[in-house]
């Protein structure tokens, strides 16, 4: 774990998917996700969070919220490695050693916070980095499909043996061998999620700069190593990071530093479409198929005085380093 980072960040996620859902509703039989008022499609901050959890624990980061786990089990063992060990004493101190504990054992802790007074208690933590839902650009129109699966799982109760299956088998009509399904997808949707890197809150939680490569390397990669036939083609098509770096004389040194970890500019100049980035539809008489449909323009002489921007559409640790650009 590095040093906390100094620079606010913001970013926007441009995503797409094709013929597949990218987010299913449970209370709406799994079909895509999609705002009743206007037909926009959009995908849940608990989607793309479990998405750069997957690709970083890959990547070689500890995790803390996994699948098939129980969360209190590292809570429990945070108190027996940090200083006393466990005493079964939920004091202020020793909350406290646990919480620090976790927060340098799992990056998705240092990155998202969480909630941790569960179990043998290692409080809260309000982590820097927070993903808005994602919303689709053009309306997006889920359309249902009836599926057939050429077997059944029936649970047969009286089949003891291999011979048992065997004949029940046997005994079956054909057409009782096969059950209907139903899946739900879209055609296509470009999607554009908004996030928000505090450097205030990292002081307390440790998240640095190798904790920001590998969440922008995780934003960029997270569908490649996310594959699904009900996802259809996933792809994260550019991100667009705005760094704070301070706007007054170069000479005041703490005065930038001050400013770049509180923000030169409120969030919504920055992301607000038709503000620095600029999404449009080049065809609007006929729906949107693909990516190469939408012109996507960033506009670095937008930017406000003491903000600078980086566009990426690959993870390239160079480009990280050199490829700011502003007024």
């Excluded at 440790?206 to 792809?235: C, I, P, T, W």
């Amino acid at each position: 774990m590095s040093n906390p980072i100094q620079n606010r960040y913001e970013f926007l996620l441009i995503f797409d998917c094709k013929d597949g859902n990218p987010n299913g509703d449970p209370d709406s039989g799994n079909a895509p996700r999609v705002d009743p008022e206007d037909g926009h499609g959009l995908v849940s901050d608990v989607a793309i969070k479990r998405r750069i959890r997957n690709y970083a624990q890959a990547a070689g980061q500890q995790i803390f919220v996994q699948h098939g786990t129980n969360l209190n089990r590292p809570i429990f063992e945070a108190h027996e490695k940090s200083e006393g060990g466990f005493t079964g004493a939920k004091t202020k101190d020793k909350v406290g050693a646990a919480r620090d504990w976790m927060c340098k054992q799992f990056f998705d802790v240092r990155t998202f916070g969480a909630v941790m007074s569960t179990g043998a208690n290692a409080g809260q933590v309000r982590g820097p980095v927070q993903i808005t839902f994602a919303r689709s650009v053009s309306p997006i129109f889920a359309s249902e499909f009836s599926i057939t699966r050429g077997a059944v799982a029936e649970d047969v109760k009286n089949a003891k043996t291999m011979t048992d299956w065997l004949r029940w088998e046997a005994e079956q009509p054909e057409d009782k061998l096969r059950t209907m399904g139903r899946k739900s997808q879209i055609s296509y949707g470009l999607y554009i999620a908004k996030g928000f890197i505090s450097a205030h809150l990292a002081q307390g939680t440790g998240f640095g700069e190798a904790d920001l490569k590998v969440l922008l390397e995780s934003l960029l990669n997270m569908y490649e190593h996310d594959r699904s036939a009900s996802k259809g083609q996933m792809s994260t098509r550019k991100l667009i990071v705005f760094k704070h770096v301070g706007n007054t004389d170069p000479g005041n040194t703490e005065q930038n530093k001050r400013q770049a970890m509180l923000g030169c500019a409120p969030a919504h100049q920055l992301l607000d479409l038709g503000q620095v980035v600029s999404v449009r539809l080049l065809d609007e008489s006929r729906p949107p198929r693909h990516f190469s449909d939408y012109e996507v323009l960033a506009d670095a002489s937008k930017l406000p005085k003491g903000v600078r921007m980086l566009e990426l559409d690959y993870w390239d640790e160079g480009r990280f380093a050199n490829g700011w650009v502003g007024v």
